[in-house]
């Protein structure tokens, strides 16, 4: 069983950045593609951003050039750098695990001035 728990979520204005964190319970990206998704208020959750096992990565387009994904090893701990927010990037942010179907419980992201 693999927990996953995230981090990092808060209330910035439009422009402005957070970094989320997702923390797994034992050492899997070396073994596990990642994704992290997002849930806006009354709409169905959409991808984000994934890392593939050898450090792939890819965007939605709604967040290329904005978002990066990285993982740190030593750590068991995803990230999601998100810079020149807007406020259509507000959501619940979850990270997952592609094997198992792994969701972490989410982590609230405003946007808004």
């Known amino acids: 069983q693999v927990q996953l728990v995230e981090s990092g979520g808060g209330l910035v204005q439009p422009g402005g950045s957070l970094r989320l964190s997702c923390a797994a319970s034992k050492s899997i990206f070396r073994l596990n593609a990642m994704d992290w998704y997002r849930q806006a208020p009354g709409k169905q959750r959409e991808w984000v951003a994934a890392?593939?096992?050898?450090?792939?990565?890819n965007y939605a387009d709604s967040v290329k050039g904005r978002f990066t994904i990285s993982r740190d090893f030593d750590k068991n701990t995803m990230y999601l750098q998100m810079n020149s927010l807007k406020p259509e990037d507000t959501g619940v942010y979850y990270c997952?695990?592609?094997?198992?179907?792994?969701w972490g419980q989410g982590t609230q992201v405003t946007v808004s001035s």
């Open positions: 997952h695990q592609v094997v198992g179907d792994y």
């Open positions: 890392v593939t096992t050898g450090g792939r990565t």
